[in-house]
């Protein structure tokens, strides 16, 4: 589907099940070329009125989906366009539950020890394989060690849960260094896998 605009950021009409085919297609490319995926919500666009590194952020995604029903209306009422949504939870889970044990993921943010419990759990729910684990509270200076851990991890999925902005404009900065196929911006759902 044809890519729209949205408060001058890209926003890709698709629904649920075509988002995890095409993030299915890009994690298993021999090739591993890098892939961004953010999931729109009001407050990203709020955030993005002064923060133009997000705006790069998500100009620069391979994929961005509607959140929730704050984008579709805002789509509805902007552009007369009905945009499905694809939330970042239920892609999440969506692609665990296609690839199951085929699928290496690494789990980046939240408090110390959350990412471990995720992991756990959703090793045990959907068998996963788990690439590695790190908490979401580390400085600037620090980046560019945990970029390196992820990119020795060789998962195929990143999910990264370091709050809104800070998690997109990692993903984007350090994407050719990670080389993870898919890396989904995932706010709260660490937390919520963690249980
Ligand atoms: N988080 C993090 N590092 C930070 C700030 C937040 O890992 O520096 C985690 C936080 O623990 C939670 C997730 O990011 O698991 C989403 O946080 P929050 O709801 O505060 O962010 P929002 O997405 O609302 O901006």
């Not at 001058?8 to 090739?31: I, R």
């Not at 945009?83 to 296609?98: K, S």
Request: include cysteine; charged fraction near 15%; charge should be negative.
């Amino acid at each position: 589907p044809t890519r729209l605009s949205l408060f001058d950021l890209p926003l890709d009409p698709v629904t649920l099940d075509q988002a995890l085919g095409q993030l299915g297609t890009w994690m298993f490319q021999e090739a591993r070329a890098p892939h961004t995926v953010v999931t729109l919500n009001p407050e990203f666009i709020v955030q993005c009125q002064t923060q133009p590194d997000f705006v790069k952020a998500i100009q620069a995604a391979d994929l961005v989906t509607a959140d929730g029903v704050g984008i579709v209306w805002a789509a509805r009422q902007l552009l007369q366009q009905e945009v499905p949504r694809a939330p970042g939870f239920d892609l999440v889970t969506g692609l665990m539950q296609r690839h199951r044990g085929d699928l290496k993921v690494f789990f980046l943010g939240a408090k110390p020890g959350v990412a471990e419990l995720a992991a756990q759990n959703a090793a045990r729910d959907y068998g996963i394989g788990v690439a590695g684990t790190h908490h979401g509270y580390f400085d600037l200076p620090e980046d560019q060690r945990v970029a390196e851990l992820v990119a020795a991890s060789g998962a195929h999925l990143l999910l990264t849960a370091m709050g809104a902005r800070r998690q997109e404009t990692f993903n984007q900065y350090w994407r050719q260094v990670m080389g993870v196929p898919v890396m989904i911006g995932c706010g709260g759902v660490l937390d919520v896998l963690a249980g």
